[in-house]
T-cell receptor, first 116, second 111 residues
Framework: ETGVTQTPRHLVMGMTNKKSLKCEQH?????MYWYKQSAKKPLELMFV???????ENNSVPSRFSPECPNSSHLFLHLHTLQPEDSALYLC???????????????FGEGSRLTVL | GQNIDQPTEMTATEGAIVQINCTYQ??????LFWYQQHAGEAPTFLSY??LDGLEEKGRFSSFLSRSKGYSYLLLKELQMKDSASYLC????????????WGAGTKLIIKP
């Protein structure tokens, strides 16, 4: 299996729908991340979980709700999204030591989200 | 906040050499990464520089000058499969050790 897997790879949803993105890592890492990638923009960090506790929430709107039930799984629950939320959502994992990441992130291939 | 600047797009010829530059503000700098991302795929790690100098890994090399706030990724003997986006990212102490990313450089290789 690949290190970090994301499902679904593609998702189209209306503004009133509720959906979830799933991420699973098989690398034994203790930190997981959600990033948003929009065309020609830097990666935007949305959430960080370290040892299953959320340690960062970068002013992300409440219509995005993360969940980390264990160190291998990460979800992003979506509801009442806006068209400007259309983007590639990337999950990543890394190994943290002493509260800081080693920096080398292992990314999944992303979930391409389109909000109509 | 910190900014990472890199060119939006570059074009090079198969077999040639290309240098992709990345600049950042030096205050609180703690290390710099290069990632490669092919269209529709996950970003993958290429290199990590903390100290000044050149790190070589096969056809790819990465250079860092901490005092100048400057890094470059050097790709030699370009192959068509090197067509991808190259992402520069850095750690800063005042960003709580979150990676700050550049917008990426799209490299187009022509035969």
């Amino acid at each position: 299996e690949t290190g970090v897997t994301q499902t679904p790879r593609h998702l189209v949803m209306g503004m009133t729908n509720k959906k979830s993105l799933k991420c699973e890592q098989h690398l034994g890492h203790n930190a997981m991340y959600w990033y948003k990638q929009s065309a020609k923009k830097p990666l935007e960090l949305m959430f960080v979980y370290s040892l299953e506790e959320r340690v960062e929430n970068n002013s992300v709107p409440s219509r995005f709700s993360p969940e980390c039930p264990n160190s291998s799984h990460l979800f992003l629950h979506l509801h009442t999204l806006q068209p400007e939320d259309s983007a590639l959502y990337l999950c990543a994992s890394s190994q943290e030591y002493g509260g800081h990441s080693t920096g080398e992130l292992f990314f999944g291939e992303g979930s391409r989200l389109t909000v109509l | 906040g910190q900014n990472i600047d890199q060119p939006t797009e570059m074009t090079a010829t198969e077999g040639a050499i290309v240098q992709i530059n990345c600049t950042y503000q030096t205050s609180g700098f703690n290390g710099l990464f290069w990632y490669q991302q092919h269209a529709g795929e996950a970003p993958t790690f290429l290199s990590y520089n903390v100290l000044d100098g050149l790190e070589e890994k096969g056809r790819f090399s990465s250079f860092l000058s901490r005092s100048k706030g400057y890094s470059y990724l050097l790709l030699k003997e370009l192959q068509m499969k090197d067509s991808a986006s190259y992402l520069c990212a850095a750690y800063f102490m005042d960003s709580n050790y979150q990676l700050i990313w550049g917008a990426g450089t799209k490299l187009i290789i022509k035969p």
